[in-house]
């Protein structure tokens, strides 16, 4: 499987954006998927993810509220909308899958990835 991220820019605090990923190759409809994030410096960290059916969500604390992870099958895509955005939200995202039905919260726990796109939001 393929991923495609877009939807990364740059925002002031309080802002929105939100990003999708499409995914090719083959469907992608009974694959567990995820959202990561990495800051210059620091370790590659769970943001959000999403069962194969989109019938159950998880949330890292620190985006819980204010992010909402959801997918279309039909069309293969999963997205990240991200509201009142702060400065720590600032790094590269990444979109991820597994072909199981559960999600991880590890990163090792995934087998595909996207290239990334950075989100940075000013103060």
């Known amino acids: 499987v393929q991923l495609v991220e877009s939807g990364g820019g740059s925002v002031q605090a309080g802002g929105s954006l939100r990003l999708s990923c499409a995914a090719s190759?083959?469907?992608?409809?009974?694959?567990?998927m995820g959202w990561f994030r990495q800051a210059p410096g620091k370790e590659r960290e769970f943001v959000a993810a999403?069962?194969?059916?989109?019938?159950?969500?998880y949330y890292d604390d620190s985006v819980k509220g204010r992010f909402t992870i959801s997918r279309d099958n039909a069309k293969n895509t999963v997205y990240l909308q991200m509201n009142s955005l702060k400065p720590e939200d600032t790094a590269v995202y990444y979109c991820?899958?597994?072909?199981?039905?559960?999600?991880?919260?590890?990163?090792?726990?995934?087998?595909?990835w996207g290239q990334g796109t950075q989100v940075t939001v000013s103060s």
């Open positions: 999403v069962t194969w059916s989109g019938s159950m969500t």
């Open positions: 190759g083959r469907t992608f409809s009974r694959d567990a």
């Open positions: 991820t899958g597994k072909s199981a039905l559960y999600p991880d919260y590890r990163p090792d726990g995934y087998e595909y």
